[in-house]
């Protein structure tokens, strides 16, 4: 067991508070036989054994101390102070040892080397309660030990980009105790990918599961920068009840030396659905298995990548609490009859009726 790395599958719980929410998340879901890509997490241990051993910590909360989240030019002021603190200051030696032994027995595990994907995995991040995705940074395709290594400090310091800190002051989470890990991940060569929640976001319909699919990386449906196809998926019958086809006009695709290039998607891809019947029947299948997993409405990212022959391309990237209706369940009273609640009296009568 290491302190600060964590292997996704590797035994033992997988705490927010030692992983942060996206790599608990694929822990889990990696414990559980889900189709997860091979990596590991750096753990919120190694950050926290930074901004403390570096002598950043106190610097960062007088930063913080009083500010306003309307002003944004201050806001502005203290996210750029802060991450340039992260970037500058060195990380101690002991998180190097084990950060490179971790990338080493990762790459050991392909028959030659392969491009990583490095992602942000905040404490904070994908709570019941809290929608915080896409407050810090996701880096895709890199290759090698120092460009892998530089872009986790880049996630660590996202933590304090302006959204972010804003978001924090808004929503009213303490940035005392607030940690990051980081996900470093083989990454996908996805052909098509997108996000799929296992109800209907428009009204709370647990009987549907709603998937958002384009071309190439994810990146553009959880952005917004393309009209993805929409479908609607019958939960019982995995059939597609309904669906509209999206323009999906660019797609981010590797570009050869190492990094994303943004691409034209032809006209005559852009009219079809880039998912067959198949397919769209296994997202269901893998978005239902993650909701059982985890007992609740889930949002997944899946992706199909090109490069794994097809049945076993469907790959599972995230899956995070649905946060809107769990909201609004929340705040909603409970009905009750003469001081039980509903769901008590149809227990006591099924109860009866069994006797």
């Not at 269901?284 to 609740?296: D, P, T, V």
């Not at 929340?330 to 149809?346: M, N, R, W, Y």
């Amino acid at each position: 067991m290491s302190l600060f790395i964590r292997f996704f599958d590797e035994a033992g719980p997988a705490a927010i508070e030692d992983l942060g929410g996206k790599c608990a998340s694929l822990v889990n879901l990696t414990d559980a036989g889900m189709p997860v890509p091979p990596g590991f997490a750096v753990t919120t241990a190694a950050y926290t054994a930074f901004v403390e051993l570096s002598g950043i910590s106190d610097e960062i909360h007088a930063l913080l101390s009083g500010l306003d989240a309307d002003d944004v030019t201050q806001v502005d002021e203290v996210s750029a102070r802060i991450r340039d603190l992260m970037v500058s200051r060195p990380v101690p030696d002991e998180i190097h040892a084990e950060f490179d032994e971790a990338y080493a027995a990762l790459q050991a595990r392909f028959s030659e080397p392969q491009p990583v994907a490095v992602r942000s995995s905040a404490t904070a991040e994908d709570l019941p309660d809290a929608s915080f995705a896409g407050q810090q940074d996701t880096y895709l395709w890199l290759n090698g030990r120092a460009a892998v290594a530089e872009h986790v400090r880049r996630c660590w310091a996202s933590l304090y980009t302006s959204r972010a800190i804003v978001y924090r002051l808004k929503a009213g989470i303490p940035d005392e105790g607030l940690s990051m890990a980081v996900a470093v991940q083989k990454m996908v060569d996805a052909r098509c990918a997108g996000v799929a929640m296992t109800l209907d976001p428009s009204n709370g319909d647990r009987s549907t599961i709603v998937i958002d699919a384009a071309w190439g990386l994810g990146e553009t449906v959880v952005s917004g920068t393309v009209t993805p196809d929409n479908l609607h998926v019958d939960k019982v019958m995995l059939a597609v009840s309904a669906e509209h086809i999206g323009d999906k006009h660019i797609e981010l695709v590797p570009d050869g030396t190492g990094g994303v290039a943004e691409r034209e998607v032809e006209p005559e891809r852009r009219g079809i659905r880039c998912l067959s019947d198949a397919e769209v029947r296994r997202i269901a299948e893998i978005a239902k298995r993650a909701e059982k997993h985890f007992g609740s409405p889930q949002d997944i990212e899946w992706a199909i990548d090109r490069a794994l022959p097809e049945g076993e391309n469907l790959l599972l990237l995230q899956s995070r609490p649905e946060t809107v209706w769990a909201a609004k369940a929340a705040e909603a009273p409970a009905t009750t009859t003469s001081g039980f609640g509903i769901d008590s009296i149809t227990r006591s009568l099924m109860a009866q009726i069994g006797r």
